[in-house]
């Protein structure tokens, strides 16, 4: 974990703007980091709750913002499909009780060793880095850590500013349109200048579609066994990630585990669904534990449906191998029906 004097220094002093009570989320605005990268940030808590300054890396982090308005239905699969491809780092503002206790102890030594005192509503100060199939974790990298720095220092400036000079002066937009995921939208840009700030004007960037992991099926003798099977009926399936992290043994970010689920497509009658332990990482050994099952049940569907981009590029060129024909289909009501009911009971302990 890196939780750094200076990290902590910068946390608090965005903290004391409070600047929530003035943006609210849809107020986005970039930093020109000292790298030269562009981030994009965002500040939550104008609705009361979740105080937060998130913070999304380059165009394709940005798009994990975009997502929140343009997938989120407000349904429990979309939250869950959401919460899987997050990729941000956020200095979120906690109760004590929220707090690992190591966490604790160090926020607590600074704030005795600086003369600092801790807000007791929203005071704690907890940084967490979200990645992509992987469960939220403390930050291990130097440069995350540097990029949570300079994103605090700017977004306190800008609050300054603001309370100086007023909200449409700094550059937003007085209609608080959200982006979009056309992008192009005008917003503010701070620029470090020396040991002060400017503020310079940028656009924001397009919605970045997500690229999924196409793996080679390289079992040839699978594929062949299981292409032998006289062909039996359509079915549907789907990968689904639990978020229930599960920790590596080198205490790296947790991965959130996999679940193949499979059903007929005629009557709904669900397969016995296969774990995927660390996707992408990880795509050969659930390619080859489904050719095995198929295999093992003698099932060589004639037909395979998918409703997802995720699970068509997984099992595309598996189809292929094992003669199966694949189908992309606009929605799976049925599908989505059984995912939940298994994601679910397998999250929550009812399976």
Known sequence: MILTDSMLDAAFRFRETEAWKTLDDSNVFAVRLSDGQTIYC???GNGGEHHSLG?????KGFSTYLRIFMDNDG???SNMHLATLFDCINCDYMQAKDID????KTIRKYADSHGVKI??????IDFTRHKPYRGQWCITDKNDAMIAEEALRAATFLANEIAKKGYEEVGFD???DYPTPKGGKKI???VQDGDSYTIQSTLTPALVETEYVAPVFNNDILAHNLASIEKTEPIVCRLEHLQTPIMPEDDEQPHLPGMLIMATESDGRMLLPLASIDYPENTQALLTQLANHFCQFEIHPEEIKVSDNLTFALISDFCKKCDIKLTKADSLPDLDDICTYMVNDMMFGNF
């Open 42 to 44: 965002s500040i939550m």
């Open 55 to 59: 913070i999304y890396i380059g165009d």
């Open 75 to 77: 349904s429990f699969m």
């Open 101 to 104: 206790e190591d966490v604790k």
């Open 119 to 124: 807000p007791r509503k929203h005071g704690w």
């Open 174 to 176: 007085a209609y608080h």
């Open 188 to 190: 503010p840009l701070i």
